[in-house]
């Protein structure tokens, strides 16, 4: 079993940054991060969940949606099992529930269509 807690988010205003974590753990001496593909997911209220970013294994091939491209980033931290979405110049459309979600994943550049481990999700709001 893989939980995932989001921390991070919080009320902000237009042009501010926000750092979203993503803390992974499971099975004790078995779960190990490097070996799952991580995506971040948000849902606006009213909207449909849309994928954020994404970031593969081993190596960490990040792939962003267009519209957050160039002002989000997201990494990984295999030894300490956490994953983050740093988010820069943060717009009110930006507003959301932003999730962390985690695939067993091979070592492969590109990132999985759907994913299997999903957090209870952390409220962002951009307004001025």
């Known amino acids: 079993q893989v939980h995932i807690v989001e921390s991070g988010g919080g009320l902000v205003q237009p042009g501010e940054s926000l750092r979203l974590s993503c803390a992974a753990s499971?099975?004790?001496?078995?779960?190990?991060?490097?070996?799952?593909?991580i995506a971040w997911f948000r849902q606006a209220p009213g909207k449909e969940r849309e994928e954020v970013s994404c970031?593969?294994?081993?190596?960490?091939?990040?792939h962003y949606a267009d519209f957050v491209k160039g002002r989000f980033t997201i990494s990984r931290d295999n030894g300490a099992n956490r994953a983050y979405l740093q988010m820069t110049d943060l717009k009110p459309e930006d507003t959301a529930v932003y999730y962390c979600?985690?695939?067993?994943?091979?070592?492969?550049?590109?990132?999985?269509?759907?994913?299997?481990?999903w957090g209870q999700g952390i409220q962002v709001t951009v307004a001025a």
């Open positions: 970031i593969s294994r081993p190596v960490g091939t990040t």
């Open positions: 499971g099975a004790p001496n078995r779960f190990r991060l490097e070996y799952y593909a």
């Open positions: 979600a985690l695939q067993i994943w091979g070592p492969r550049a590109d990132c999985p269509i759907t994913y299997a481990h």
